[in-house]
């Protein structure tokens, strides 16, 4: 046995125990990664090639994107946004059957766009909406899986950190082209949500009497969100100044977004007091350091792999058990939602994304589309048990508990799954608006 196979083997068996055991992830990952570089190569060259490839994977501009979105987001979390587009979301919504629920995921889908973090949206919208939706006759196990399943939409919807991961371990896949190819998948996730919980709304009588609008409450309502939803523009402005006009980088956009963020919730909403601002930042480092963390640690796991030439191995065996596209690309995606039950997104995307992409590739499968494809399987894992994040915050501010909202989950994931299936064979879904702005 070769060298390369045998530290490949230990990599993944060392890898397969700690995940077992409990270690956590990000620890697992770096522990796995050492050990394989050592046993690669000897001790000076290890030191200096695991050193290397940290600084080299973490050297990166685009990452600088992530704390500055992480920042916007809790920013937004504590600022009082949240309230202002669900009242945008029901003027939308309108006297549908089912309309808080239609309220809740445009309501995710906006705050989402603006946070990156579908966690986030979940408790920010779905903690407003579920006391309203039980005043309203609303189930609350129905209420809080619309709001689970809705969720992720924002992990899709620009900005996301989880294209920004993908971006750097896919090569440099261009990040505004990600962003952008994320647009319609997401809405077509949340298009799908809807279309399910106005089915079960319907058949559950689920209305609410709604005064007459008049054009002095809808203009009070878009004034009041007015800077809220400008957050978009600027994000949105942001990417597409970038990539037509060269004005500045969708990392140059995140950080006025948390500038904006901050001055609309503490000068103009007065939500956030000098003495939250510890807590925002804290919350903020936190997270961006396991991300960070992780993407250091996966950045030797990545060349580990290459230097076993693992990823070619694998792509050689699954070709040779089939040389269907359509066979192949299934294989992947249910690989991918079991992972996605287990395991994080960030570290997912870390560790499948160089084995799996060749394989995409060889069947002619764009790098955008793939990467859309890859952090849509994931994002369902979040709202799946056992490991689902979403899922759990969603009961949580639900206040119910997860055996009563799965079954209520259920034909939200055949919703969710069959807009996969389109993501995944139909490559203009992904790809139209890149093409459009000549990406």
């Known amino acids: 046995m070769s060298l390369a196979l045998t530290t490949g083997l230990l990599l993944l068996v060392v890898f397969a125990v700690l995940l077992i055991v409990g270690v956590p992830i990000a620890v697992t990952i770096g522990i796995s990664s050492v050990i394989g570089v050592l046993a690669a190569l000897p001790w000076e060259n290890a030191v200096f090639t695991a050193s290397q490839r940290i600084f080299t994977g973490i050297n990166s501009f685009s990452l600088l994107a992530i704390p500055f979105f992480v920042?916007?987001?809790?920013?937004?979390?504590?600022?009082?946004?949240?309230?202002?587009?669900v009242n945008v979301a029901k003027l939308l919504a309108g006297k549908l059957p089912g309309s808080l629920a239609h309220t809740n995921v445009v309501g995710n889908m906006l705050f989402g766009s603006i946070s990156g973090s579908?966690?986030?949206?979940?408790?920010?919208?779905?903690?407003?909406?579920?006391?309203?939706?039980?005043?309203?006759?609303?189930?609350?196990?129905?209420?809080?899986a619309v709001n689970i399943s809705s969720a992720p939409t924002g992990l899709l919807i620009p900005p996301s950190n989880s294209l920004i991961v993908y971006s750097l371990v896919s090569g440099g896949t261009s990040v505004a082209a990600l962003f952008m190819a994320g647009y319609i998948p997401g809405i077509?996730?949340?298009?799908?949500?809807?279309?399910?919980?106005?089915?079960?709304?319907?058949?559950?009588?689920?209305?609410?009497?709604?005064?007459?609008l008049t054009a002095k409450i809808v203009g009070k309502v878009l004034w009041d969100a007015i800077p809220s939803l400008s957050l978009i523009v600027i994000i949105l402005g942001g990417i597409l100044g970038g990539i037509l006009g060269g004005i500045f980088t969708a990392t140059e956009a995140a950080a006025i977004a948390v500038v904006y963020s901050f001055l609309l919730a503490f000068v103009f909403y007065r939500t956030i007091k000098l003495r939250?601002?510890?807590?925002?930042?804290?919350?903020?480092?936190?997270?961006?350091?396991?991300?960070?963390?992780?993407?250091?640690?996966?950045s030797i796991m990545?060349?580990?792999?290459?230097?076993?030439?693992?990823?070619?191995?694998?792509?050689e065996f699954i070709?040779?058990?089939?040389?269907?596209?359509?066979?192949?690309?299934?294989?992947?995606?249910?690989?991918?939602l079991v992972v996605g039950t287990f395991m994080d997104l960030t570290p997912?995307?870390?560790i499948f994304t160089p084995i799996l992409l060749p394989i995409a590739q060889n069947f002619g499968m764009d790098t955008v589309q793939f990467g859309i494809m890859l952090v849509f399987n994931l994002c369902i894992g979040n709202i799946t048990p056992p490991v689902g994040n979403t899922l759990f915050v969603g009961c949580k501010v639900g206040k119910t508990k997860i055996e009563n909202v799965i079954k209520h989950m259920l034909p939200f994931y055949v919703a969710i799954v069959t807009v996969l299936m389109l993501v995944t064979f139909i490559p203009q879904i992904s790809l139209f608006i890149p093409n459009i702005l000549g990406l």
């Open 276 to 298: 939250d601002i510890k807590g925002i930042l804290m919350s903020s480092v936190q997270m961006t350091g396991t991300i960070i963390f992780l993407i250091a640690a996966s």
């Open 348 to 350: 997912a995307i870390l």
């Open 71 to 85: 920042l916007a987001g809790n920013i937004m979390n504590s600022g009082g946004i949240a309230i202002r587009l």
């Open 188 to 212: 077509l996730w949340g298009v799908s949500v809807m279309v399910v919980a106005y089915i079960l709304a319907k058949k559950n009588i689920y209305t609410v009497k709604r005064d007459k």
């Open 118 to 144: 579908g966690v986030a949206a979940c408790a920010a919208i779905g903690g407003t909406m579920a006391p309203i939706e039980k005043e309203a006759g609303y189930d609350v196990d129905y209420s809080a």
């Open 319 to 336: 070709l040779g058990i089939s040389s269907s596209k359509v066979l192949v690309l299934l294989a992947m995606n249910i690989l991918l």
């Open 302 to 315: 990545s060349w580990v792999l290459a230097f076993t030439n693992i990823p070619t191995i694998i792509t």
